[in-house]
């Protein structure tokens, strides 16, 4: 019998690998992000994150998640405010940067601290300063939902993107 669906459709209703998963999740491209956030202790912590949304303009709430087995993950689930960075496609150095483990992320990393004493980075795209509403854990990540206090923007920045595992800071080739 010869079924008139497309083999790709057939063969995603059959039961998939999480690395078939992984694969079908990175053609949604998305935007490349920092979150950073500072300790109780006062360390400065950082995390390329790709998972950002906007969750709701009134009030002014955002979304992102980070991995349960992430270092910095401590932090962030206690801390109070949090920045997040959308970077500019010249920041692929920095995304990397802030993306290795063990790296040493700040010390020369053009930033200052906000009002809450968050540190933020230098020539973004954009930058939201959120305080950190509330979080949800499910599956292997956690949910930070954050409201925003204060954020900026620069049109004359092209953004960098993530597309099928890699960053793109000169757009997709068509």
């Known amino acids: 019998m ?10 995603s209703a059959l039961p998939f690998s999480q690395r078939e998963f992984r694969d079908a999740l990175g053609q949604f491209a998305t935007g490349v992000t920092i979150i950073t956030a500072r300790s109780a202790e006062g360390h400065a912590v950082g995390s ?45 150095p920095l995304a990397e940067l802030f993306a290795r483990k063990g790296a040493d992320r700040f010390s020369h990393t053009p930033h200052h601290d906000s009002e809450h004493g968050v540190p933020l980075l230098e020539g973004c795209s954009a930058v939201f300063e959120c ?5 949800h854990e499910e599956g292997d990540h956690l949910l930070f939902i954050g409201e925003v206090d204060r954020c900026e923007h620069h049109t004359d920045r092209a953004p960098l993107l993530y597309h099928s595992g890699h960053m793109h800071a000169h757009g997709f080739v068509r």
């Open 48 to 92: 390329t994150v790709s998972s950002f949304n906007a969750l709701s303009l009134a009030p002014s709430l955002v979304l992102w998640s980070l991995g349960l087995k992430a270092n910095s993950l401590p932090v962030f689930r206690h801390c109070t405010h949090y920045a997040i960075h959308v970077l500019a496609a010249s920041q692929k």
């Open 2 to 11: 010869n079924s008139a669906l497309p083999t790709s459709v057939l063969r």
């Open 131 to 135: 305080r950190n509403l509330r979080q």
